[in-house]
């Protein structure tokens, strides 16, 4: 035996002597970062600053002074500290983070109005929400809670979904089989085990496995953290899993899984639902990113209160506070770097001549494919190895989503405060494979294997009084960017009859297969409109017309990738928050952003939060 290989066996003979040698390089590194000579920022947390909340601003016009600020250069103010490309919540959140730290910071989106997928429109007297359907944890006293109350000053109100938030429905359209699902974890369990009384074990099996994966998510946001050397050492040694369970949950499919738990497929369909809110089917999404989304839910879900427009418009005066702005019709080109390599700026497009600005910090929330493939000049992005890593990832898939409005409230359709998730069979990986793999005709014809059904206008106590005898319904699928890429460079709302005749026959599916699940809105209908993925591309930028971000599956929550997936990317000045940084959802790009502020701000922001958390529940 050779020396290598005696070494190797006295190492894993003796697993705490690795541990010990662990310990010491994570000592030496985190010694490193301290005398690196970098100063930590300013405390974004020193101080609670929430306050009464204010009435519910109405007036549209006072709306939009804050939502809708158009860019000139002449506005932008001088000495700005950073540029965020992106207002989605990846890009206000880190903005008003660093706001509250003294940065005075600029926020620069393309669309005509701030928020991202959080924004809303309105169209023949409907208000239509494009991307916040219900969020977790805010019932209780999280640090996501704590930490959304910070950003917006507490002027943000949320309120809560029936405790049956979530149904799910199984079966071909007209014969279907439903499964209500309940808030609080033992009301969950316990309607599965009414549902399901002969998988008791398979239950209490998978809620194990949801706890054990809450419990190791702080691996997925340590190898975020620790040095990229170090990071890579622990990954490809393998050593990482001797400091967290987190990789061996993430690299496992959620089907793999359930398939190890239970024979049943009408509880594997049903534990596996909601792959829809990241979009990976079950036979390739990590298992880890699904127990995390379950953990997000599983206490009870909320809407904002005046609709999802609400939270840019209360994170948006933050960053103003500091002397920061928010401008929209400012579309990023470029991001600027100098001769050395860093980051120094960004060139917004304008019809009139381009104008570049410049920030010793530059942040982009556009996405990691739009950053590096559109936005970098092609050799600094090589250069900096990022094409390998393109390599590893894939676009997420793309999505269509269908706005409705309807005549009647919600008492007079019998609506309430809860999402439908509808499959057509319990065979989910399969049958979406194989909707996918059609043709866009065929995919208008035959019967589509997901729709979550939604009714936004029901979760929102101050409807009826802004909207009155009005309904909204959401209805959302997946669907495949090939369907419509030919339409690609065509003009918005001038793409033809072909690509109209494609979209509509889909959305006339869609439509049909939710009013077979509630008939009583067939013949309401007074406002009717579907997004492609062409028009995601459109209005958030989403190069492939995805609505999540990267793909959620097992190689992208592999520790190479997430290690590489980091806010500091390597090139220097240039920061990376949003969906991509974390995971996918408002929740997910949220922690982006704070993950990205505290690289910005070279501090540990968790310890911050943390505290201030305390403090404000002792004050209570």
Sequence with gaps: MGLVEKVLGFVFENPAFLVAVVLVVLFIAGLSVLTSGLKPGKNPFEVDSTRKPEALVTDQSARDKVLKQGFAAKKVPDNVDAIIVGSGIGGLSVASLLAKAGKKVVVLEQHDQAGGCCHTYIEKGFEFDVGIHYIGELRNNTMFKTYLE????????????????????????????????????????????????????????????????????????????????????????????????????????????????????????????????????????????????????????????????????????????????????????????????????????????????????????????????????????????????????????????????????????????????????????????????????????????????????????TWEQRYPGKSTCAVITLGNWEWFQEWENERVMKRGEEYNKIKDAIAERMWEQTCLLFPQIKDKVEYFEIGSPLTNKYYIAAPKGEIYGLDHNKERFSPQVVSSLRPKTRIPNLYLTGQDVLSAGFAGAMFGGFLCASAVLNRNLMTDLLKLKKEIAKSK
């Design 150 to 461: 910070q950003i917006t000053e507490g002027q943000l109100l949320w309120a809560d979904l029936d405790d049956n938030f979530d149904n799910v429905v199984i079966g071909e359209p007209g014969k279907p089989k439903y499964f209500p699902l309940y808030c609080g974890k033992d009301k969950l369990r316990q309607c599965l085990v009414d549902q399901f009384p002969q998988e008791e074990k398979a239950i209490d099996e998978f809620f194990k496995l949801l706890k054990e994966c809450r419990k190791s998510m702080m691996g997925h946001i340590m190898t975020k953290t620790l040095p990229p050397w170090l990071a890579s050492i622990l990954s490809s040694t393998g050593l990482i899993n001797m400091m967290t369970t987190y990789y061996k949950m993430s690299q496992r499919s959620v089907q793999e899984v359930l398939e190890e738990l239970t024979d049943n497929k009408d509880l594997q369909a049903v534990l596996a639902y909601s792959f829809g809110d990241y979009g990976t089917i079950p036979s390739e999404g990590s298992f880890a990113m699904h127990a995390a989304l379950l953990n997000h839910y599983i206490y009870g879900s909320s809407y904002p209160v005046g609709g999802a427009s609400e939270i840019a418009f209360h994170i948006i005066p933050t960053i103003e506070k500091a002397g920061g702005k928010v401008f929209v019709r400012a579309p990023v080109s470029q991001i600027l770097v100098d001769k050395d390599g860093k980051a120094v700026g960004v060139r917004v497009h304008k019809s009139s001549g381009d104008i570049d600005l410049h920030a010793p910090i530059i942040i982009s929330d556009a996405g990691f494919y739009n950053t590096v493939e559109r936005l970098l000049p092609t050799k600094i992005a090589e250069k900096a190895g990022y094409k390998s890593i393109t390599q590893d990832i894939r676009h997420g898939p793309g999505a269509l989503s269908l706005f409705v409005g309807l005549k009647g409230t919600k008492e007079e359709l019998g609506l309430r405060a809860s999402n439908w998730w509808s499959f057509t069979n319990n065979q989910l990986s399969p049958t979406c494979k194989e909707y996918m793999a059609q043709t866009a005709e065929q995919a208008g014809e035959n019967p589509i294997p997901l729709l979550f059904v939604s009714f936004p206008s029901t979760k929102d106590p």
